[in-house]
């Protein structure tokens, strides 16, 4: 039997990406989130989400995309990035989707607009056309990661 892997769908300046839903806890309309000086510009600042401090993250910042102002369908995937809870702002999260290993790819080193580091695979699908699956816990690296965790236990 065939493993699928399903994972959620999301936009990112018109442009549909995957993470596996494994990561994911939830998916939450933006709120207000607090700033936070002297941190990185992708890190937008945290966020009290049923009483535990999230720090969020820009994910289009972060691919280095050009920032958007939050719309109604903007939206924040909170998921688990070794062990610690972190949103990520995404412009639309729009599908959960079943996707067979044989429509993986790995990513090529050359994926224009993002860095090939924190694509975990590319999807060829029919309906969809290529979908760039990224890697959530590969999508901050270390330093930065120390950062968030800062941000989280202060």
């Given at each position: 039997m065939v493993q699928l892997t399903k994972t959620i769908i999301f936009k990112l300046k018109n442009q549909e990406y995957g993470a596996n839903i494994e990561q994911i806890r939830s998916i939450e309309r933006v709120q207000d989130i607090v700033g936070l000086p002297q941190s990185s510009d992708f890190i937008k600042?945290?966020?009290?989400?049923?009483?535990?401090?999230?720090?969020?993250?820009?994910?289009?910042?972060?691919?280095?995309?050009?920032?958007?102002?939050?719309?109604?369908?903007?939206?924040?995937?909170?998921?688990?990035v070794r062990d610690v809870q972190v949103g990520f702002i995404?412009?639309?999260?729009?599908?959960?989707?079943?996707?067979?290993?044989?429509?993986v790819e790995d990513a090529p080193e050359l994926v224009t607009g993002v860095d090939y580091r924190y694509i975990k695979g590319v999807a060829k699908l029919e309906a969809r056309g290529m979908l760039l699956l990224?890697?959530?816990?590969?999508?901050?690296?270390?330093?930065?990661?120390?950062?968030?965790?800062?941000?989280?236990v202060d």
């Open positions: 600042g945290i966020i009290n989400l049923r009483g535990q401090v999230t720090p969020i993250i820009d994910l289009r910042t972060r691919l280095g995309m050009e920032e958007e102002v939050p719309t109604e369908q903007t939206r924040i995937l909170i998921a688990n995404v412009d639309e999260a729009t599908d959960v989707i079943d996707i067979a290993p044989e429509h990224l890697d959530l816990d590969h999508v901050l690296n270390y330093e930065e990661m120390d950062e968030v965790l800062e941000v989280a």
